[in-house]
């Protein structure tokens, strides 16, 4: 089994910054798919960003510009650094890693856009 904790959420102004990180343990296999999904109140769970071990990305068109999504392999960490968010930002971020077994998820981490 996978386990994966998120950390970084917080309040935030528009258009400031967080930085999300979230750490897997347990068996991990090096192919795999690490990312960041949310889910606003009242919503679906949506994609935010995905990485694949070998670095290649890919973001929801909501996100493009202004999050990164990267990862450090030899600490099984991704991380997803977030800019110039919106109130529409504002959701439980959940941290998600794919391999040929399942999907593995975190707990979620609250971000909240205010003023």
């Known amino acids: 089994q996978v386990q994966l904790v998120e950390s970084g959420g917080g309040l935030v102004q528009p258009g400031g910054s967080l930085r999300l990180s979230c750490a897997a343990s347990?068996?991990?296999?090096?192919?795999?798919?690490m990312g960041w999904y949310r889910q606003a109140p009242g919503k679906q769970r949506e994609l935010v960003a995905i990485?694949?071990?070998?670095?290649?990305?890919n973001y929801a068109d909501s996100v493009k510009g202004r999050f990164t999504i990267s990862r450090d392999n030899a600490k099984n960490t991704v991380y997803l650094q977030m800019t110039s968010l919106k109130p529409e930002d504002t959701a439980v971020y959940y941290c998600?890693?794919?391999?040929?077994?399942?999907?593995?998820w975190g707990k979620g981490t609250l971000v909240t856009v205010s003023s």
């Open positions: 998600n890693l794919h391999d040929f077994r399942m999907d593995f």
């Open positions: 990485i694949v071990d070998s670095g290649a990305t």
């Open positions: 347990g068996s991990i296999f090096s192919i795999n798919v």
